[in-house]
């Protein structure tokens, strides 16, 4: 598709699993953002790539929060003994290269995570 | 104070008015602006990028940037009921690509017919 895409859509955990959050970014774009939203607030940075470098990783909220983007496209998400915290939506989002439309972002659907 | 400041709302507007969307930032650094719609369920969408100080229009939607000020609007013409959303302002630190975007907690916009 022409978009950025997201999977799961929807994923409920008990809490204590670990959860994967897929991103497939639009093609050609080789920056790659994560970002949660709560609920009634803004999303919040997690973590960005750059091709497959990781330069800023300063939003993740704990070490059980990391990322990978291993060739420089397909990205995941991986939250490891998932607390009742973190249910939120988490938003990928691809940016084109620069240019005259710097820094604007494209994002997903989200992966909205419930953990019980 | 958060980085990026917006009112919360809910501004309600009657259809065919002008809204108007507000939006203070306290890094004197950053270098590109943003607003993006986000109706209820969906993700964010944008609608508006502004670099330099000034107005900058595109259809009913017009952006102006106060640099000195530190204050970017958004401004809606002929406000549709369409146009109901949640309206984030988004801020990035520096003109290149890299580097985040950091985002306020929106505006609620109603336009009642």
């Known amino acids: 598709g022409a978009g950025v895409s997201q999977s799961p859509r929807y994923k409920v955990a008990k809490r204590g699993q670990d959860v994967a959050l897929r991103c497939d970014p639009i093609s050609g774009h080789v920056s790659l953002f994560w970002y949660q939203q709560a609920l009634g607030q803004g999303p919040e940075f997690l973590t960005y790539f750059q091709n497959e470098a990781q330069l800023d990783k300063s939003g993740l909220p704990s070490d059980r929060f990391f990322a990978e983007r291993p060739e420089g496209s397909v990205s995941t998400l991986k939250i490891q003994r998932t607390q009742q915290e973190d249910s939120a939506v988490y938003l990928c989002?691809?940016?084109?290269?620069?240019?005259?439309?710097?820094?604007?972002?494209?994002f997903g659907e989200g992966s909205r995570l419930t953990v019980l | 104070q958060k980085e990026v400041e917006q009112n919360s709302g809910p501004l309600s507007v009657p259809e065919g008015a002008i809204a108007s969307l507000n939006c203070t930032y306290s890094d004197r650094g950053s270098q590109s602006f943003f607003w993006y719609r986000q109706y209820s369920g969906k993700s964010p969408e944008l609608i508006m990028s502004i670099y330099s100080n000034g107005d900058k229009e595109d259809g009913r939607f017009t952006a102006q940037l106060n640099k000195a000020s530190q204050y970017v609007s958004l401004l809606i013409r002929d406000s549709q009921p369409s146009d109901s959303a949640t309206y984030l302002c988004a801020v990035k630190g520096r003109i290149t690509n890299a580097g985040k975007s950091t985002f306020g907690d929106g505006t609620t916009l109603t336009v009642k017919p």
């Open positions: 989002a691809s940016s084109p290269p620069g240019g005259k439309n710097t820094g604007e972002l494209f």
